[in-house]
């Protein structure tokens, strides 16, 4: 890649930035991680594929990074306003499980979904949960501070003694609706003013409890983030991300609560940057409801998880995505096409399965600078198609490009002029950057049986054998009733040179 600068968009400021770590070896990196008591729906996921994709483009501009996850096993209310139940309380209830064991079932179904997308692995994956007594000090430091006060029901974060609090989301504190949003329960000083610490009614005992100065509870969800990004990166680090939901409250109280523990005006992140949210019409996009789509509900219906994050990629993390059945069976025939035609450099290059093994050892970098596998792929380019290269980083340089770089990457593999060598070693750096599994699937891979489908291979088989006999016999009337009868089935058939193919079709939305 080249010194060109990286722009980042900063939620903090609502402007682009040349990004500079503080650290010129290595970028620090903290993600707002899932709340573990139900799925993660295909929009909660949209926020890990974009953060994938900023790691990538740090890692291909030359940086280390430590990037950090965590996981909410605690501490999270139903309502952002430090009202309802706990949701892994309610979960547990849900499922007659205990909270641990809710816990553990939904981290390994999100650690699942991570690797169905072709998400890296983050640096550490903190559990809330594994850093209660950090937690507690955290909230001793704040009241020595002044910084808060008790209720009856615990201990809440005076903002008023926060620097400019709500900068980050623009919060007008005066007007009607940001009481509405943050207000709580009664007693507080201001409506904003939010729980450090959770008092456990007298009444009743916890499955997650613990012993503090504040009496049994449990810490308060904004907490936890300020701890472990402090913990694992620094009190100040280069990257905070998360989705556009959590700007307006979650993450303007971690910046309260890390200027009140820091003494000064620090906000903890450098840069604060979040993804858009994912609009599905069709469904309701909430966990709390029961009702929304999982990864696993797509792959039901006959879709590739590596088609949904292509689709997610056709648009600009900072842009407002809306789910449809036509768009994301669109992204699955235009990731078939850039397979196919993979397959068919590799089957033309000598030297495919070297490039593709090198590609393949980004997986083991965990973070690592990854200038010199850029180099070793471009090895032996010429200066015009090593200019494919050069045109990747300056889309993602502009604030993750990923539409500009999925169009850049469809005209070189089309690119008759280019070398097929030349062309199979580009399409390995940009699969560095896109992650779509270029190297590792092939077109029939994104042909999975959705659940509903009922007519076995065996059966596809034997109708595509009689087709074959009517069209010899000139009984195209035939052919055709066969394929109509196949497609009623949910097979499309597709007549080749070689042959005829044929694939499920996933099932209407």
């Keep these: 890649m080249t010194e060109r600068p990286l722009q ?3 939620s903090l400021g609502r402007r682009l930035e040349i990004f500079q770590p503080i650290d010129p070896h290595n970028v620090r990196v903290y993600s707002c991680g899932p709340t573990v008591y139900h799925f993660a729906h295909i929009g909660n996921l ?24 965590n996981i909410t096993d605690v501490g999270h209310l139903t309502s952002d306003a430090d009202e309802g139940d706990d949701k892994m309380d309610l979960a547990a209830r849900r499922e007659n499980k205990t909270i641990w064991q809710v816990a553990a079932y939904y ?24 850093h209660i007594q950090e937690m507690i000090d955290f909230a001793l430091a704040l009241e020595a501070g002044g910084y808060t006060y008790q209720l009856e029901d615990g201990l809440y974060f005076d903002t008023a003694k926060a620097s400019d609090y709500g900068r980050l989301g623009l919060l007008d504190l005066e007007g009607q609706e940001a009481g509405k949003r943050v207000a709580g329960p009664g007693g507080k000083r201001n409506p904003s003013d939010f729980a450090i610490w959770r008092r456990s009614p007298s009444d009743q005992q916890r499955q997650m409890e613990w012993h503090s100065p504040w009496g ?8 936890e983030c300020s701890v472990m990004s402090f913990k694992y990166l620094g009190e100040q680090f280069d990257i905070h991300t998360g989705g556009i939901d959590h700007r307006q409250v979650h993450h303007c109280n971690e910046i309260a609560q890390n200027q009140g523990y820091t003494r000064s005006e620090r906000s903890g992140a450098n840069l604060w940057m979040h993804n858009e949210f994912l609009i599905v019409r069709q469904a309701k996009m909430s966990k709390s409801s029961g009702d929304f789509l999982t990864l696993q509900s797509l792959v039901d219906q006959g879709l590739h998880p590596a088609a949904y994050r292509l689709f997610l990629l056709t648009a600009s993390y900072r842009s407002e995505l809306e789910f449809d059945w036509e768009a994301i069976v669109g992204a699955r025939t235009h990731l078939r096409r850039l397979l196919r035609r993979v397959g068919e450099l590799r089957a ?21 600078a990854l200038t010199g596998l850029i180099a070793a792929l471009a090895e032996g380019l010429s200066e015009a198609e090593r200019s494919w290269v050069d045109r990747l980083d300056e889309a993602l340089s502009n604030d993750l490009a990923t539409p500009v770089a999925l169009t850049l990457l469809g005209e070189l593999l089309f690119d008759r002029k280019l070398r097929p060598e030349a062309a199979l070693r580009l399409a ?11 190297l590792t699937y092939a077109p029939e891979d994104l042909a999975i049986k959705p659940a509903g489908r009922t007519v076995t291979e065996a059966e596809i088989e034997a109708r595509l054998a009689e087709r074959q006999e009517a069209r010899k016999a000139k009984d195209f009337a035939r052919a055709d009733a066969i394929r109509d009868a196949l497609l009623a089935e949910g097979v499309a058939l597709r007549d080749e040179p070689g042959g005829t193919a044929w694939e499920w079709l996933p099932l209407p939305a």
């Design 107 to 130: 981290t390994e179904a999100f650690f699942r979904d991570l690797e169905r997308l072709g998400i890296l692995q983050p640096s550490v994956w903190p559990r809330a949960t594994d």
């Design 428 to 438: 390995a750096v940009y699969e560095l950057a896109l992650g779509l599994g270029l």
């Design 46 to 69: 949209r926020a890990y594929v974009f953060t994938d994709t900023l790691r990538r483009a740090l890692t291909l501009k030359g940086w280390n990074v430590t990037h950090v996850i």
């Design 216 to 223: 049994v509870g449990a810490p308060g969800w904004h907490l």
């Design 348 to 368: 033309e290059v000598p030297e495919a399965a070297a490039i593709v093994h090198l590609a393949g050892e980004h997986r083991a970098s965990r973070g690592g």
């Design 8 to 10: 980042l968009f900063n």
